[in-house]
């Protein structure tokens, strides 16, 4: 006959937290078992009975009931494990930060996970998680653009005060060309992938149908564009679509135009003159950003452009017009944030995680 083992002295609290685990469907699978182990000594069961009605060894249950007697609830709970000791530590992520700054290996442009892990005789996942958790993405970039203006200071100056502070009673707008903008020609609509998720999808092949210049003023208080197509890009153009927007200003408002240092912008002293309510401002050298005209052409591209299936000309410039037109009734300004981009920000920043 099985000894009935002793009933372990429990507080109605414990009790009360024993039998919240022992019927709940939420608390962790161990916990619950461990709560009906308990319960089952407390009611008076052997430790036979209650092993064999748990699927347990009985062993296990004495464990829990001597864990159970000396400390109650606490007693349940797992104690702290120190773990099993980390084949990839801090001098493992130190070497993949250094092997980073060496040159790839011969016929790679670029690291990739495979070659660090040959390089430094670990697994690929040992080498993908160091990547995780220092936030380094081999394959994704960005580029940067420095001006080497001298006079950037100067010339940023200006461009930036006419947004954040233009002279009284004056109009502010930026200028530029979107050159050759194609008419793509192909099948566009919806696919599924292998992962069962539902994409954007086209057709690899199209026809060119030719292309468009796109001349645009952005009113920098208001956010209004104004636009105008054209087959050509030549001062010719520039020039007339600057007669265009200056015949909708009054003769005796001031106009400041912000524009890059691209050719047909400079040497117009001749109309300059016959316009000498016009101030042209030119941002610095490899410095385009700075107009905020470029901010618009972002999102003409990405709301209209990118990924459209135009059949010929017409159909691009009924495009670009029908952009414009549906912006222009909720057109507002943009709020002049550009992150400053300091020299340090240039270097290599694993240098820096070395450290």
């Known amino acids: 006959m099985s000894r009935n083992a002793p009933i372990p002295k429990c507080s109605d609290e414990d009790r009360a937290t024993l039998e919240r685990w022992a019927r709940s469907s939420s608390e962790e699978a161990r916990y619950v078992l461990r709560a009906k182990m308990i319960l089952g000594c407390l009611y008076g069961k052997s430790v036979t009975a209650v092993a064999k009605h748990l699927h347990v060894r009985p062993n296990t249950v004495i464990l829990w009931r001597q864990r159970f007697t000396a400390q109650g609830i606490k007693g349940l709970r797992d104690q702290p494990r120190s773990g ?23 016929g790679q442009a ?22 995780r958790r220092e936030g380094i993405c081999l394959q994704r970039q960005r580029s940067w653009c420095v001006s080497t203006d001298p ?91 600057m007669d265009r927007v200056m015949a909708e200003v009054p003769a005796e408002k001031e106009v400041h135009v912000v524009l890059d240092n691209y050719c047909i912008h400079k040497k117009n002293e001749v109309w300059l003159e016959r316009h000498p309510n016009v101030f042209f401002h030119f ?37 670009i017009e029908a952009f414009v037109t549906a912006y222009s009734a909720k057109a507002k300004p943009f709020v002049w944030r550009k992150r400053e981009v300091k020299g340090s920000q240039l270097r290599n920043t694993i240098v820096n995680l070395c450290n």
Not at 85 to 106: C, D, H, I, M, S
Request: hydrophobic share 40%; proline share 5%; aromatic share 8%.
């Open 283 to 319: 941002t610095p050298t490899s410095a385009s950003w700075l107009n905020q005209i470029e901010i618009w052409f972002g999102i003409l591209s990405r709301k209209a452009l990118r990924g459209a299936n135009l059949r010929s000309i017409e159909e691009l410039r009924q495009a």
């Open 110 to 131: 670029v690291w990739d996970g495979s070659a660090l892990a040959r390089r430094l005789g670990a697994s690929d996942h040992a080498i993908w998680r160091i990547l």
């Open 84 to 106: 099993k000791p980390p084949k990839y530590g801090e001098e493992f992520r130190n070497q993949v930060l250094k092997t980073l700054e060496e040159p790839p290996p011969a």
């Open 151 to 241: 006079e950037f200071a100067a010339k940023a100056a200006d461009v930036i005060g006419l947004y954040l502070n233009p002279p009284e009673k004056a109009l502010v707008i930026s200028v530029d060309e979107k050159p050759s903008i194609q008419a793509l020609e192909r099948a566009v609509g919806y696919v599924e992938t292998d992962n069962g998720k539902i994409v954007r999808g086209y057709k690899s092949t199209y026809r060119r149908h030719g292309t468009l210049n796109l001349f645009a003023a952005l009113e920098v208080a208001t956010g209004a564009v104004h636009t105008q197509t054209t087959q050509l890009k030549r001062r010719v153009e520039f020039l007339e679509f």
